[in-house]
């Protein structure tokens, strides 16, 4: 190498080498720059980006009959979305997506073309398909099978509400919207008990979200199932009042119609079935009055079945069972007021001389208004009061009414002889299946309850607080009461709830509508309603049929004592009751102990 | 040749350079494994296997050294005669990687080996040192004239960076362009040529990133990353955000988290790893090696005594800085973002052996630094030049010309 040739080289190297190093020296200002002077701000994005929240999907608690049936469960389910901004391909997308989870890649390639931002493609599907979704498209590259991610496709897990007995006690159980808020029925009254909690756990993710597993964590939110909720319904016997409900509506086509079935000894409601029905799988295609429980929040004016309490009364207060009170011609003038009684064979001049035990078998308008003038109205409404009509059951339904009576001493004597023979007041029918249940039971009053007690995984754990029962009548009240009863089934009014072999105590019930808009009554309008219990000298059940302006006939008698029986009939054979061999009530009265009553 | 194998016997190499070398090599196997084992154990294709791609880049490390070391032994006459072939190999795979190239990770630039893949890309960057430098590396080229003496080596080397450039890889062109420049000015160029290529070299980035869509692309994300955070931003957020969490003193070796979201964290964004995890300190630290290489390669160019020797060095010694100047500065995205590792730390085969032959070649120049290369001395001065020259072009062929390089190529191949 020659000395210039040689100069050069040492004097370029030198230059290039400084050219380097200089270039060295910028990236290290650069270095100290973004880790140094903009460290805070990386830091802060660092945190958003790295630290992830996420979920732990919990259950909302199941409810279950009393036999331990799901009547409402939460299930694991998935909705499929896209990030319009992220999908990189759409017909592709949608190929795929249609191949992995169905449906028509037409449908998705429109969805995800229109939308932007985020579209949901598919809504509560089934969780297996998201997690196929979730792991991506089998693709084989180089040999090697491997699943690829679809971009801008997402799977978002949830839970989602089920009825499983569809519309059996939808009205009872209630629903929830999508986000698993509580809406109505036992849904939202217990909500407190079946209320879960999602957890949330603050975590660094990698890329695809998933939890790096030796980075810390933090619990925002400690997770919680919500606790389970057992009813006091028995799903067959639901099923039972159901299906002759059905059979009353496609019979006289009401405006609305409801069933109580209750366990006159411990107040638990076996069933409460409500028409019209809807489907709380679907709750929100219904009409919003489909929701309604009848049976717990709508008042209506009980009419005949009332009279149970007048009589009541009148037994408690010591009156003979055999006293007359009245002699009925069919139509008499008290005060201002007309009263009619309804004459049938073979009183078609009315029920002549009349003692508490005909007020029940025919019931006698003019007898029960009688009775009442002789009890007074302080003593009348005691009685409506003790019997729990101007309280809510509580129950445990939501919006339970109150039963609406005027102050005692506004009555009047027309208002005190209506209310005798059930009108001017007005009670749920949930009110008048606990009065006979009151009466099944010896006159002790046991609350109605629809909740036995909570628990967890499908386990009764603990029972819910009973309220205290109440003697309200005597047990000799009681007794020759529900000897009437009988009596009025066997050969009375309630003929047609009668069943051969078995001693059936009830009451028929026909009143008419009051005009919500003043005073007065709505011609045409009728509630026809049956309420009993049987077996009578043993009660199992007690059974309410109330059907809301029937259409054909308004009587009791025929609309709502055949559906009476059907059920009766149906939960006689349910419950193994065996019939009894003779007839008449000598073997009540043996068990009882109360003297005949003739 | 004897005087210059018994004189190659008392020198060893240059031990400071061999010792950073071999220290960038180790922590390049040990950040690869810190890099891509949250990858490797979670994927199938990968065995689940935290090791997978620490076992592989042990092995290049392996035969990458002993091949630096075995180069640095032999004869420097042996690779100046090889260049030519080396020269057309690579010429020939860069043709092929065109019409046949694999594609991994969206960039064409990979054939197959038997069971290897192989980027001639790397190779292109080693054959266009050692042609130049035995092109260049006879004294005169640059006389009024004689034009034909670079233009010719100009010619080859530029048709190289095409073919680098018409796969897209701007980044190897730039380490191309860089390494041309800095042999054309060690052999003695023209200030005003070299200005010239200065300035096309410029225009050429700026036209590129005005027109290619492709660039344009990444330019607008070099602007904006967070705007484009869901494609051409991704990288570089994570990347930044690396940097920026490492603040001082890192996070801890192991415990960075740059590597589960940027997919090339053990390849062209090891050095994000490396700064999260050992912080501002770490990432100055390899600044500064990579300075020292760049330091002691031109040192090692400065005191050879053969122009052949100092072009390679300089040769190699502009290759390696360029490329981490290239990668370091992607990495803090002070240049729109261009897939290029970091030299003997990212994980890849191709890319580590290659710069190991280079540094080997630069080893082995170091170790001749009180030699002069017989041809070379042949034609040191002006005087003897012509009568050795010629004395010796039928063996040889020293002497520049499109002719006389045809003969060389017989002879190499002959070789
Ligand atoms: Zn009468």
Redo the contacts with the bound molecule.
């Keep these: 190498m020659g000395s210039r040739t040689r100069e050069v080289v040492k004097k370029r190297s030198a230059w290039l080498m400084l050219g380097f190093l200089c270039l060295f020296a910028a990236i290290s200002g650069r270095l100290v720059f973004i880790q140094l002077c903009r460290a805070d701000e990386y830091a802060k994005w660092a945190e958003k980006i790295r630290w992830a929240k996420i979920r732990t999907l919990t259950a909302r608690g199941s409810i279950y009959d009393s036999n331990g049936h799901p009547l409402a469960v939460s299930i694991r389910t998935c909705s499929i979305f896209a990030n319009t901004r992220e999908v990189q391909n759409v017909s592709l997308t949608a190929h795929r997506l249609s191949a992995l989870i169905g449906g028509d890649p037409k449908n998705y390639r429109k969805k995800i073309s229109e939308g932007r931002g985020i579209v949901w493609l598919a809504k509560k599907i089934d969780p297996r398909l998201g997690d196929q979704v979730k792991r991506g498209w089998l693709v084989e590259k180089d040999g090697r099978k491997r699943y690829e991610r679809i971009p801008g496709i997402g799977v978002w897990f949830h839970r989602k509400r089920v009825y499983p007995a569809g519309p059996a006690a939808a009205q009872v159980l209630g629903f929830t919207n999508i986000n698993g808020r509580p809406l109505a029925g036992i849904e939202w009254k217990f909500n407190d008990i079946l209320a879960n909690q999602d957890g949330e756990i603050l975590a660094e993710v990698d890329a695809r979200g998933r939890i790096i597993p030796e980075a810390e964590r933090r619990v925002l939110i400690e997770p919680r199932d919500g606790k389970d909720l057992f009813l006091t319904i028995d799903l067959n016997v639901q099923h039972i009042a159901e299906r002759a409900l059905t059979r009353v509506v496609k019979k006289f086509q009401p405006e609305s119609a409801c069933v109580v079935v209750m366990d006159p000894r411990t107040g638990e409601i076996l069933a409460l079935a409500n028409f019209p029905f809807f489907d709380p799988n679907s709750a929100l295609k219904f009409p919003q009055s489909t929701w309604v429980n009848h049976a717990v929040a709508s008042l209506y004016e009980p009419g005949s079945t009332l009279k149970a309490i007048t009589v009541a009364a009148g037994l408690n207060e010591g009156i003979s069972p055999s006293s007359v009170l009245?002699r009925?011609?069919?139509r008499e003038k008290i005060g201002k007021n007309n009263l009619r009684?309804?004459?049938h064979q073979p009183?078609l001049h009315?029920?002549?001389s009349?003692d508490m035990q005909?007020?029940i078998k025919?019931?006698?308008?003019?007898?029960?208004a009688h009775l009442a003038l002789r009890l007074g109205s302080e003593k009348l409404r005691h009685y409506e009061e003790a019997f729990g009509l101007l309280e809510k059951p509580k129950s445990g339904f939501s919006l339970e009414a109150v039963g609406y009576l005027p102050k005692a001493d506004r009555w009047g004597t027309v208002g005190l002889a209506n209310i005798g023979f059930g009108q001017g007041i007005a009670v749920t029918p949930l009110h008048m299946a606990s009065v006979y249940a009151t009466i099944a039971n010896g006159g002790v009053r046991v609350p109605p309850t629809i909740v036995r007690g909570t628990g967890s995984h499908g386990k009764m754990m603990a029972r819910l607080k009973k309220p205290k029962p109440q003697r309200v009548i005597s047990r000799l009240a009681a007794a020759k009461l529900t000897e009437m009863l009988i009596q009025c089934v066997e050969g009375g009014t309630g003929k047609n709830a009668k069943i051969e072999g078995y001693l059936i105590a009830g009451k028929t019930g026909s009143a008419q509508v009051a005009d919500s808009g003043g005073r007065g009554y709505l011609p045409n309008a009728f509630v026809a309603s049956f309420i009993g219990f049987a077996p009578a000298d043993n009660p199992r059940f007690t059974i309410a049929v109330v059907v809301n302006r029937p259409h054909g006939s308004h009587f009791g008698a025929t609309v709502a004592a055949p559906a009476f029986r059907e059920i009766a009939q149906k939960l006689l054979w349910y419950y193994h009751i065996p019939p009894q061999p003779s007839n008449g009530g000598s073997v009540h009265e043996k068990k009882r102990g109360s003297k005949s009553l003739a | 040749m004897s005087a210059v194998q018994r004189n190659a016997r008392i020198n060893s190499p240059d031990l400071i350079l061999l010792g950073i070398v071999l220290f960038l090599v180790v922590s390049g196997v040990l950040l690869v494994f810190d890099a891509s084992y949250p990858t490797s154990a979670d994927q199938s294709r990968y065995g689940n296997d935290a090791w997978y791609f620490a076992k592989r880049q042990i092995t290049y490390a392996g035969v990458g050294v002993c091949l630096m070391l075995l180069v640095s032994l032999i004869p420097l006459e042996w690779i100046r005669r090889l260049s030519i072939v080396i020269l057309l190999a690579a010429i020939v795979l860069l043709v092929y990687v065109l019409v046949r190239g694999v594609t991994i990770n969206g960039s064409t630039s990979w054939v197959r080996l038997g069971p290897f893949m192989f980027q001639p890309s790397e190779l292109a960057k080693l054959a266009i040192i050692v042609y130049l430098a035995r092109a260049l590396g006879r004294p005169g080229i640059f006389s009024k004239g004689r034009e034909k003496r670079w233009l010719v080596p100009l010619g080859w080397s530029g048709l190289i960076t095409l073919l680098v450039v018409a796969q897209r890889d701007f980044g190897t062109a730039a380490v191309l362009f860089a390494v041309m420049f800095a042999m054309f000015a060690l052999a003695g160029a023209k200030k005003r040529y070299l200005v010239l290529a200065a300035v096309l070299g410029i225009a050429a980035v700026v036209v590129a990133m005005t027109y290619l869509p492709h660039c344009r692309a990444r330019v607008a994300a070099f602007m904006d990353p967070w705007g484009h955070y869901h494609h051409a931003g991704y990288q570089i957020v994570h990347s930044l955000i690396g940097f920026g969490t490492g603040g001082l003193t890192g996070v801890g070796l192991g415990e960075g988290r740059v590597k589960c979201y940027i997919p090339a964290a053990y390849t062209d964004y090891i050095y994000a790893t490396l700064a999260e995890e050992l912080g501002l300190v770490g990432s100055l630290v390899l600044v500064l090696l990579f300075s020292l290489l760049a330091v002691l390669n031109f040192v090692i160019a400065q005191k050879s005594k053969s122009l052949y020797g100092a072009l390679l060095a300089a040769g190699v010694g502009s290759a390696v800085s360029t490329q981490a100047l290239i990668n370091m500065a992607v990495a803090t995205n002070s240049i729109p973002a261009t897939g290029i590792p970091l030299p003997l730390i990212s994980y890849g085969g191709s890319s580590l052996v290659t710069t190991l032959l280079g540094l080997g070649l630069v080893l082995s120049v170091s170790r001749n630094i009180e030699v002069e290369v017989e041809g070379e001395e042949a034609n040191e001065d002006s005087v003897n030049r012509r009568r050795h020259g010629r004395a010796r072009v039928p063996s040889r062929g020293c002497r520049g010309g499109f002719a006389r390089t045809r003969s060389d190529r017989r002879v190499a191949v002959r070789w």
């Design positions: 009245a009925c011609t069919g009684c309804s004459l009183f009315g029920h002549g009349v005909k007020i025919y019931s006698c308008n003019i007898g029960a």
